[in-house]
């Protein structure tokens, strides 16, 4: 029984609670922002901005539907809402969101969160490894996936500054502050390299797999293997410019995603690399489109589906074979 | 005294679970049929801790709440076979609140859907006792759940599924275990305004007013009430459970309903308490997830189970202490190279 404490602001790594201090930070500056909940404040790490801001955190109730057309409601009122309930629960909304936000073009910026594997042992009905299938084909959707924290605070700040709707993919579990170094500048639309060592390989990552793919680079690198690692945060619009860079450059790639290997980042890769004839093998880290993700501990369900840092390896060495 | 092999602790009240037999107030074996379920309750309660804190998962606010309600269904009102859970002519009971399901675990392990010993594999990794139900691999789980408010809907195509067959000699009902959290969704007063419009009076809906949804109270974050009224309005006979920890009140009213079949779908209001029977649990929506962290907490919640009801039923003392120890924290399975910090909720 931990949850209804609010975490120190320099002393947590996990993305959701610091979240909740960076939308709180953010409202300071635009007092339109409100936050929108379907009883998972403490989950989603929405209490801490609650905390700052009570006034601003709108409950619905287990209603997560309503949620949705509820932001649209508010935003229609000049507010900017962001609604926040776990990312496997927009399969409950995704008609909202099609029609009454994304179609209508309206100012809401949805946040996912616990997306993929981590959910602490929840199970098949709240992992969410199958939502960007849908999400990456709503017209004007903007859909981000952050890597760290401080990529996470900029992403927020991007939604607030830019008119429109959003999806934006909240891990529960820790991660690095800044994963690709002092003074990046997340900006919209736009992939990083994070890793250049050469072009033996290139590995495309997006969120949180960003962290497991440059320990992978750095055991492939003692193997004399130089990859290149390139980080798409901004899913939808993606970065294509960078991926034929990356794509003229290497033999193989491999992606690396914390969703299953259709309709995410692989699809997106593949589904560019054809379109411009770019014949190039390329390997897919993620979990299984037809599995239901059934519950375990995160070591399990990431050896199940071979999406350590050492599987990355053994997928790029034998790519390379 | 091995806690998963002992026959004393608990048996079902009837031998023959595939037939129902109404006892009332002035009947022998009342109090015997009393006693059983509250033993049966027990019995959930302290199985649920047990597998819980082995899972370091799960959620005891609701699993307790609906203690005696499982134990009434389990003991007394669902027509059933452990032995041949898919019984085609067996009452269906489905857990719409399905975060709840240690405690439906529990249950159904101790009326003999699967071993009692198997609670303690909830949630790891292979095992068949999912975070959440999974029907595909669980005996006496109707229907895969955990995303809240679709299954009444669920419920209520299933009673028209059954009515619109024709009647047929057992005269199959479907009772349906819904939170007082979960009516906030949407969907539930769909499946409600069906069941009504179909008048479907082989449907009871049980809502579990136990007053706390996950992250606070009810009332002040999305109200139902008043409920009664609002069910009367669905075209659903509203009844009132005072006190849904009394299983004398629950069997008296399970009475009552099989005489109420007139063609009106029926619903109960269940007053419990959330947590009931640990005193940290309580109306107190910390304890809405989250198991114990350690094994010491859960044996004080097991000798507290015991000192409020296994005492007074005539449970053995060594019960809780031997369950208690029972308890192993299941590890996880694989090492994890990239050390990833994913907390217990």
Same mark, same amino acid.
């Given at each position: ?321 | ?100 399901? #240690? /405690?439906?675990?529990? $249950?159904?392990?101790?009326? @003999?859907?699967? &071993?009692?010993?198997?609670? +303690? %594999? ?16 669980? #005996? /006496?789980?109707?229907? $895969?759940?955990?995303?809240? @408010?679709?299954? &009444?809907?669920?419920?209520? +195509? %299933? ?26 969704? @949407? ?159």
């Amino acid at each position: 029984m931990a949850q209804f404490t609010i975490p120190g602001r320099d002393t947590t790594k996990e993305m959701r609670y610091q979240m909740g201090y960076a939308l709180a930070d953010l409202a300071k500056e635009y007092p339109d922002i409100v936050a929108v909940d379907a009883d998972l404040r403490t989950s989603s790490g929405l209490h801490i901005f609650g905390h700052f801001f009570p006034d601003k955190l709108i409950k619905v109730g287990i209603a997560e539907q309503n949620m949705i057309s509820v932001s649209a409601g508010l935003s229609q009122e000049g507010y900017i809402p962001f609604p926040c309930t776990f990312d496997a629960f927009s399969r409950r909304f995704l008609d909202q969101l099609y029609v009454s936000v994304a179609y209508s073009n309206l100012n809401v910026k949805v946040l996912g969160a616990y997306a993929g594997l981590f959910t602490g042992k929840a199970g098949a009905t709240h992992q969410s490894d199958k939502e960007l299938g849908i999400l990456l084909r709503i017209p004007g959707l903007n859909v981000l996936e952050p890597g760290s924290n401080e990529e996470m605070r900029q992403i927020l700040r991007c939604a607030v500054e830019t008119p429109g709707p959003f999806y934006i993919r909240i891990v529960r579990c820790e991660v690095e502050d800044n994963e690709v170094g002092e003074g990046y500048k997340f900006q919209p639309g736009k992939g990083v390299t994070v890793v250049d060592h050469g072009h033996d390989a290139g590995i495309v990552t997006t969120g949180f797999m960003i962290r497991t793919a440059k320990s992978a680079a750095e055991k492939l690198l003692k193997k004399g293997i130089k990859v290149r690692i390139d980080h798409h945060p901004s899913l939808k619009p993606f970065d294509r410019d960078l991926l034929y860079d990356m794509a003229s450059k290497v033999p193989v790639m491999v992606t690396a995603e914390n969703h299953c290997t259709s309709g995410g980042l692989f699809s997106l890769v593949a589904e560019n690399l054809a379109k411009e004839g770019r014949q190039k093998k390329v390997g897919a880290i993620g979990t299984d489109p037809e599995d239901f993700i059934h519950t375990g501990h995160v070591n399990d369900l990431l050896a199940h589906y071979k999406m350590t840092s050492d599987d990355i390896v053994n997928m790029v060495i034998s790519l390379l074979d | 005294m091995d806690p998963f092999k002992n026959k004393n602790l608990w048996e079902p009240y009837r031998k023959n679970r595939r037939q129902y037999k109404e006892i009332f107030n002035h009947q022998d074996g009342y109090k015997t049929l009393i006693e059983s379920t509250e033993r049966l309750a027990y019995l959930i309660r302290s199985y649920s801790v047990y597998s819980m804190t082995c899972a370091a998962l799960g959620h005891p606010g609701g699993s307790f709440s609906e203690a005696e309600l499982l134990a009434t269904m389990y003991n007394y009102v669902l027509r059933h076979d452990p032995a041949e859970p898919s019984w085609p002519m067996r009452d269906v009971f489905y857990l719409s609140k399905c975060h709840a399901c #240690p /405690g439906l675990y529990a $249950a159904l392990a101790l009326a @003999g859907y699967f &071993p009692v010993e198997d609670l +303690g %594999r909830y949630g790891s990794w292979d095992s068949y006792l999912e975070s959440h139900p999974d029907s595909t691999t669980t #005996p /006496g789980i109707e229907i $895969a759940g955990g995303s809240l @408010g679709q299954i &009444p809907g669920v419920a209520v +195509g %299933r009673a028209l599924g059954m009515r619109k067959r024709g009647p047929d000699h057992f005269d199959r009902m479907i009772y349906v275990l819904i939170g007082d959290g979960e009516c906030n969704e @949407g969907s539930v007063w769909e499946a409600f305004m069906a069941a009504g419009h179909y008048q479907l009076d082989n449907i009871v809906f049980i809502i579990d007013n136990n007053k706390v949804q996950a992250k606070g109270f009810v009332n002040s974050d999305m109200s139902i009430e008043p409920l009664a009224d609002k069910l009367a309005a669905f075209k659903i006979t509203p009844w009132e459970v005072k006190n849904g920890h009394n299983v004398a009140e629950l069997v008296d009213l399970f009475n009552t309903l099989h005489t109420q079949r007139r063609g009106k779908p029926n619903a109960i209001i269940l007053n419990t308490i959330k947590g009931k029977n640990v005193a940290d649990c309580q109306l107190n929506p910390n304890w809405h997830t989250s198991a114990p962290r350690e094994t010491g907490m859960a044996q004080s919640w097991l000798k507290e189970l015991w000192d409020r009801d296994g005492k007074r039923l005539g449970i053995d003392e060594d019960f809780p202490v031997m369950l208690g120890k029972a308890i192993r924290v299941v590890p996880p399975l694989h090492d994890n190279p990239d050390e990833i910090v994913d907390r217990q909720a």
